[in-house]
């Protein structure tokens, strides 16, 4: 397990802190664990920047990731950034996030995910996103975007949750959120489960909450999309 807490940064020249995870061609079994808290961060790129990626592996591997109880303060960039994408390996894949209780001010887009999966990849995510208070970005408070790319045998399931965030006087949407599957629903019991509640977006410069599903789906199709929203105050 790694753990990165309690650090004071400013000013650096990249980001103020980048920490990947890539597995490829990997023959055994693997988890991860990763803990960023309670770090103060101002100035650099992207205040904190985390990428998962799994790249023809032939093993099940799963990952959890903790991003809590940070201050990113006028990052050049975005101020938390955490991506993940899987492709080319026919075994589980598992990837746990949580980012909780952050505050960003002063950056591109606040808080910044993506997730995809693509060719023959079988993918579990669990994303809770709660409690963060992200203020002043140039772009949009939080962005939010999964992608599944074409493929008779790719899978994903999605369990999101975003909650009790305060999302205030950014200049894009207060939250972006974006699904796209494009894989022709060939996966029996896809699902897409999100929560969208309790979160209080006031003074964005567009929409208070964009968001957008777009998919293809085959005559076979048996994937489900539930989607909870209680938006608080928008």
């Known amino acids: ?41 101002s100035g650099g790129e992207t205040g904190i920047d985390f990428e998962f990626e799994v790249d023809s592996s032939s093993n099940e591997f799963a990952a959890n990731v903790t991003i809590t109880n940070n201050t990113v303060s006028d990052s050049n960039y975005n101020g938390i950034v955490a991506t993940a994408a899987v492709e080319y390996t026919s075994n589980s894949i598992a990837y746990d996030l949580t980012l909780d209780s952050n505050t960003v001010t002063g950056s591109n887009d606040g808080i910044y995910i993506y997730a995809s999966n693509s060719d023959e990849a079988t993918v579990n995510y669990e994303f809770n996103i709660t409690n963060n208070t992200v203020t002043g970005s140039d772009y949009d408070g939080m962005y939010v975007s999964f992608y599944e790319d074409y493929s008779t045998s790719a899978f994903m399931s999605v369990d999101m949750t975003i909650s009790g965030n305060t999302l205030e006087s950014n200049g894009g949407d207060g939250l972006y959120f974006y699904f796209s599957d494009s894989s022709g629903g060939n996966q029996p019991g896809q699902e897409w489960n999100v929560r969208l509640d309790n979160n209080t977006i006031t003074d964005n410069g567009t929409s208070g909450i964009f968001l957008s599903l777009e998919g293809y789906l085959s005559e076979s199709s048996t994937g489900a999309v539930d989607i909870i929203l209680d938006f608080g105050t928008v």
């Open 1 to 41: 397990s790694v753990d990165i807490s309690g650090n004071t940064i400013t000013n650096p020249t990249g980001d103020g802190i980048e920490y990947d995870i890539s597995v490829s061609e990997s023959e055994v079994a693997g988890y991860a664990s990763v803990n960023i808290e309670g770090n103060t961060i």
